[in-house]
């Protein structure tokens, strides 16, 4: 047993605040600091840099598509205003373009084709500035989904698959791509 300071109060070891005068016995704990952020090395930060590269690429890809064709605004209305249900099996209904939209399949042909290829570039600079394998990965199925959407869109443009078709090529390229990356990041992590 101790005395309040302030008041000479009977107070035991634990309390906080004396019960007569409410004076602080303790003096307040001071708060930890927080812990300083952690630094980055310069390695890993050149990696997630990387990233930003295709975002920028895409942005410029689009904006260059629709620089060259004036029209594609228009073209992409028309494309959505000529959607109709379509049955496919008893009372299975499912939305498709009426017609070809030859025009704004070509421009959606020729940003896959060109960003694809972009993509091959990014590869090699993830090689070049030793990104993660799960980001090499990444990039590779990247390649395989952008060029082969813009095979895919070729032969719609061409008529030569229709449009369920084409939603049919996509989505086993989504899964041969997910796959793709999946065994890349496996055989890369085992070295």
Not at 29 to 39: L, V
Not at 42 to 57: K, N
Not at 118 to 123: C, E, N, S
Request: hydrophobic share 45%.
């Amino acid at each position: 047993m101790s005395n309040c300071p302030k008041c000479g109060e009977k107070i035991s070891e634990e309390m906080v605040f004396c019960p007569r005068c409410g004076s602080a016995l303790k003096p307040p704990t001071e708060a930890q600091p927080p812990s300083p952020p952690r630094i980055r090395h310069e390695e890993e930060a050149r990696r997630d840099i990387l990233g930003f590269i295709p975002f920028g690429f895409f942005l410029i890809a689009v904006g260059v598509i629709f620089l060259t064709r004036p029209n594609l605004i228009s073209e992409i209305s028309d494309f959505f205003r000529d959607f109709q249900l379509n049955e496919l099996w008893p009372n299975v209904f499912l939305p498709a373009p009426a017609s070809n939209h030859p025009v704004l399949y070509g421009a959606v042909e020729e940003f896959c084709y060109i960003f694809g290829i972009f993509q091959v570039g990014m590869l090699i600079l993830r090689f070049a500035y030793g990104s993660p394998p799960s980001q090499k990965a990444g990039t590779a199925s990247d390649i395989v989904f952008w060029l082969g959407a813009g095979y895919l869109l070729g032969i719609l443009k061409a008529q030569t698959i229709g449009w369920f078709a084409f939603l049919a090529g996509l989505i086993i390229l989504i899964g041969l791509t997910i796959i793709i990356r999946a065994v890349i990041t496996l055989g890369m992590a085992r070295k």
